[in-house]
T-cell receptor, first 111, second 114 residues
Framework: KQEVTQIPAALSVPEGENLVLNCSFTDSAIYNLQWFRQDPGKGLTSLLLIQSSQREQTSGRLNASLDKSSGRSTLYIAASQPGDSATYLCAVTSYGQNFVFGPGTRLSVLP | DTGVSQNPRHKITKRGQNVTFRCDPISEHNRLYWYRQTLGQGPEFLTYFQNEAQLEKSRLLSDRFSAERPKGSFSTLEIQRTEQGDSAMYLC????????????FGEGSRLTVL
């Protein structure tokens, strides 16, 4: 059974810092890994999708990497801003299977 | 494209009542998922459809829960005889049946059972 963990559970940084969020999964036979952002009381917003054949994806100040063999992904946020404050979740799936989510990392970027 | 739409956004009900949530996926998406999320946790999978076929159902989904997607478009999630433990955010998501399979979520339906 696939299990996903995220470290740290919470993170507080001053504005402008670069930061890394971590995601680990137990079964490396994944098809996709997706990073999401969730604001309080809202749904999830897709940030980046990495297919199993890819090593990384970039969107603006975000860069996500994937190392299938070690069961890890990282989300790098450059030059953090207060508007980046949210919970960040990763999820993995195997083809035709449902997405399994981690518990999330709650990020606070202080002005 | 208006994205994934869920209704109602909030529902407050008394224990023992039945509630129904509706999800309208992105129009060209043939996969539709239901998840449940409680405070401080990641979403937990409940069930998913490919077109009108319900392909997987979690053990979390007790007999009081039923989901349908009758014409392969919108879906409903019904909870019968609600219990306080059912209080949660119910999230719907959809994706295309392609190699990318990127998941898109709605804003969720928050259920409070008194």
């Amino acid at each position: 059974k696939q299990e996903v963990t995220q470290i740290p559970a919470a993170l507080s940084v001053p504005e402008g810092e670069n930061l890394v969020l971590n995601c680990s999964f137990t079964d490396s036979a994944i098809y996709n890994l997706q990073w999401f952002r969730q604001d309080p009381g809202k749904g999830l917003t897709s940030l980046l999708l990495i297919q199993s054949s890819q090593r990384e994806q970039t969107s603006g100040r975000l860069n996500a990497s994937l190392d299938k063999s070690s069961g890890r992904s990282t989300l790098y946020i450059a030059a953090s801003q207060p508007g980046d404050s949210a919970t960040y979740l990763c999820a993995v799936t195997s083809y035709g299977q449902n997405f399994v989510f981690g518990p999330g990392t709650r990020l606070s970027v202080l002005p | 494209d208006t994205g994934v739409s869920q209704n109602p956004r909030h529902k407050i009900t008394k224990r023992g009542q039945n509630v129904t949530f509706r999800c309208d996926p992105i129009s060209e998406h043939n996969r539709l998922y239901w998840y449940r999320q409680t405070l401080g946790q990641g979403p937990e999978f409940l069930t998913y459809f490919q077109n009108e076929a319900q392909l997987e159902k979690s053990r979390l989904l007790s007999d009081r829960f039923s989901a349908e997607r009758p014409k392969g478009s919108f879906s409903t999630l019904e909870i019968q005889r609600t219990e306080q433990g059912d209080s949660a955010m119910y999230l719907c998501a959809s994706s295309m049946d392609t190699n990318t399979g990127e998941l898109f979520f709605g804003e969720g339906s928050r259920l409070t059972v008194l």
